[in-house]
């Protein structure tokens, strides 16, 4: 194929799809263009060995969608910026000529509805035009009349080029924090754990994102996509789905909090969110890797573990699709897939914790679901969560009766004997009414 039809086929699968897939071609292209070992030592490079894919990448920048015109103006930086001396003049003139475009287009995101707030998705065209100081008073002249003085003022941009001559260093701090924070805008945290951790049910081969079918490379099974969330659930799966779309719309504000307190028997609201929070904070102490939030719902315990360990570290894994759609909508950006706890779609030893919140007494089969949640955990990784136990009688009654389906209802001993038949270590026991908090380590080999 040639270097135009391979750059041509590469925008393409930038095109279409969704988010993630998006975000996976374009580390494709990346990974394509930039060398992983820098030919000089202090920078890497770009593989950048003729004008096509710079053709290709210009040429298709105004067809793209304002998210992908960001990252390709952030990769056309890059490229400028980690080759600046060597790249060759006719390289440089070609991306330069782009300039009134670039700010075209930048014009059109801030006036689109799809960039408002501190998300404006310009941050890689600031980069790129940083390039420019030739250019600087065009530059200044559209971007201050487009975005105002001030916020003109506010991306650098001014800075940098004024202070190219009487102070390059300076000129170029600033140049590298835009292109650091445009990095980090246009380069999706998700594709590891998509590329890594996420695997398939049956065999726990890795799996192909690059068609619209997800499709594993060691036993073909496929899976489809249910908006931006993979479904991987195994074909023999008979899970039952229990939360339907008028139960998972009052969850967060009625069902959840009136769940706990009865099944609790926490009539004097001992379990807080801040107890929760601090139970989390408390124990889970994760090894290198991402954080599984198991049967997510619509995301109560996983915004608590984004709040402590980032988005960017955690994943969360539901069966429900109702529950797994409101949780997208939730939390934006996070990384969810639907699963089940009896096959969990993940690697073996890729997680560096897992935290299962109010969840245990709901799943099929919880000694399965501990021994998965074992199996996916790396050495020293932990394991925390909360359920319930079952009361005496006759307060156990309504723990039964408040069950719109099957409930399991634990004993401390009960508990214990799951987490030790799974070979993993108890770190805490903590009991308050009815509800019991755990801790878990799986040992170091
Ligand atoms: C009470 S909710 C807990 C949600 C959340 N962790 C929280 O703290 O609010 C229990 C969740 O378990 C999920 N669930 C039930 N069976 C499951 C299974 N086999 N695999 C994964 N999740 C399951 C349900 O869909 C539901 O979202």
């Given at each position: 194929m040639s270097t135009n039809s391979r750059f041509n086929k590469l925008i393409l699968d930038l095109s279409s799809g969704r988010d993630i897939l998006h975000s996976l071609a374009f580390e494709r292209l990346m990974n394509d263009l930039w060398s992983a070992k820098p030919l000089n030592p202090s920078r890497s490079v770009f593989l950048c060995n003729d004008l096509a894919c710079i053709d290709v990448l210009i040429e298709s920048i105004g067809r793209l969608t304002p998210a992908l015109q960001n990252k390709i103006a952030w990769l056309l930086g890059a490229l400028v910026d980690a080759e600046s001396g060597t790249l060759e003049l006719d390289k440089r003139r070609?991306?330069?000529?782009?300039?009134?475009?670039?700010?075209?287009?930048?014009?059109n995101i801030l006036r689109s509805d799809h960039s408002v707030g501190d998300a404006k998705e310009i941050h890689g065209f600031i980069f790129l035009l940083g390039h420019f100081p030739e250019d600087a008073s065009l530059i200044g002249g559209r971007l201050s009349d487009y975005l105002g003085q001030d916020a003109y003022q506010a991306t650098n941009l001014g800075l940098v080029f004024s202070l190219l001559e009487d102070h390059p260093v300076r000129s170029q701090f600033l140049l590298a924090y835009q292109g650091a924070m445009a990095c980090n805008q246009v380069c999706d945290a998700r594709t590891s754990v998509f590329k890594n951790v996420l695997a398939c049910p049956e065999c726990l081969g890795k799996l192909d994102y690059s068609a619209d079918i997800i499709c594993c490379q060691k036993c073909q099974s496929s899976y489809e996509w249910c908006s931006d969330t993979p479904n991987l659930i195994p074909k023999d799966c008979v899970d039952p789905e229990e939360y339907p779309e008028s139960l998972v719309k009052i969850y967060g504000a009625e069902t959840r909090p009136r769940f706990v307190r009865v099944m609790g028997q926490d009539w004097l609201s001992l379990i807080t969110h801040d107890r929760e929070q601090g139970y989390l904070n408390q124990f889970l102490r994760p090894v290198d890797g991402p954080i599984l939030d198991l049967a997510c719902g619509i995301g109560n315990s996983t915004q608590?573990?984004?709040?402590?360990?980032?988005?960017?570290?955690?994943?969360?894994?539901?069966?429900?699709?109702?529950?797994?759609?409101?949780?997208?909508?939730?939390?934006?950006?996070?990384?969810?897939?639907?699963?089940?706890?009896?096959?969990?779609?993940i690697a073996n030893e890729s997680l560096g914790a897992v935290n299962c919140s109010d969840a245990l007494q709901a799943l099929p089969d919880p000694q399965q679901a501990i021994l998965e949640v074992a199996r996916c955990m790396r050495p020293g990784a932990s394991f925390t969560g909360f359920t319930?136990?079952?009361?005496?009688?006759?307060?156990?009654?309504?723990?039964?009766?408040?069950?719109?389906?099957?409930?399991?209802?634990?004993?401390?001993?009960?508990?214990?004997?799951?987490?030790?038949?799974?070979?993993?270590?108890?770190?805490?026991?903590?009991?308050?009414?009815?509800?019991?908090?755990?801790?878990?380590?799986?040992?170091l080999k």
């Amino acid at each position: 194929m040639s270097t135009n039809s391979r750059f041509n086929k590469l925008i393409l699968d930038l095109s279409s799809g969704r988010d993630i897939l998006h975000s996976l071609a374009f580390e494709r292209l990346m990974n394509d263009l930039w060398s992983a070992k820098p030919l000089n030592p202090s920078r890497s490079v770009f593989l950048c060995n003729d004008l096509a894919c710079i053709d290709v990448l210009i040429e298709s920048i105004g067809r793209l969608t304002p998210a992908l015109q960001n990252k390709i103006a952030w990769l056309l930086g890059a490229l400028v910026d980690a080759e600046s001396g060597t790249l060759e003049l006719d390289k440089r003139r070609k991306i330069r000529a782009g300039i009134p475009e670039y700010l075209s287009i930048v014009e059109n995101i801030l006036r689109s509805d799809h960039s408002v707030g501190d998300a404006k998705e310009i941050h890689g065209f600031i980069f790129l035009l940083g390039h420019f100081p030739e250019d600087a008073s065009l530059i200044g002249g559209r971007l201050s009349d487009y975005l105002g003085q001030d916020a003109y003022q506010a991306t650098n941009l001014g800075l940098v080029f004024s202070l190219l001559e009487d102070h390059p260093v300076r000129s170029q701090f600033l140049l590298a924090y835009q292109g650091a924070m445009a990095c980090n805008q246009v380069c999706d945290a998700r594709t590891s754990v998509f590329k890594n951790v996420l695997a398939c049910p049956e065999c726990l081969g890795k799996l192909d994102y690059s068609a619209d079918i997800i499709c594993c490379q060691k036993c073909q099974s496929s899976y489809e996509w249910c908006s931006d969330t993979p479904n991987l659930i195994p074909k023999d799966c008979v899970d039952p789905e229990e939360y339907p779309e008028s139960l998972v719309k009052i969850y967060g504000a009625e069902t959840r909090p009136r769940f706990v307190r009865v099944m609790g028997q926490d009539w004097l609201s001992l379990i807080t969110h801040d107890r929760e929070q601090g139970y989390l904070n408390q124990f889970l102490r994760p090894v290198d890797g991402p954080i599984l939030d198991l049967a997510c719902g619509i995301g109560n315990s996983t915004q608590l573990l984004i709040d402590i360990f980032g988005r960017a570290r955690v994943i969360a894994v539901d069966y429900s699709t109702a529950m797994i759609q409101h949780c997208e909508r939730n939390i934006k950006g996070s990384t969810l897939a639907r699963g089940s706890s009896s096959a969990l779609p993940i690697a073996n030893e890729s997680l560096g914790a897992v935290n299962c919140s109010d969840a245990l007494q709901a799943l099929p089969d919880p000694q399965q679901a501990i021994l998965e949640v074992a199996r996916c955990m790396r050495p020293g990784a932990s394991f925390t969560g909360f359920t319930f136990l079952e009361a005496s009688w006759p307060y156990s009654y309504f723990q039964h009766r408040l069950h719109f389906a099957k409930r399991h209802l634990f004993t401390l001993d009960g508990i214990r004997g799951f987490l030790e038949s799974s070979k993993l270590e108890i770190v805490d026991l903590m009991v308050i009414e009815q509800a019991i908090f755990f801790t878990a380590k799986k040992p170091l080999k």
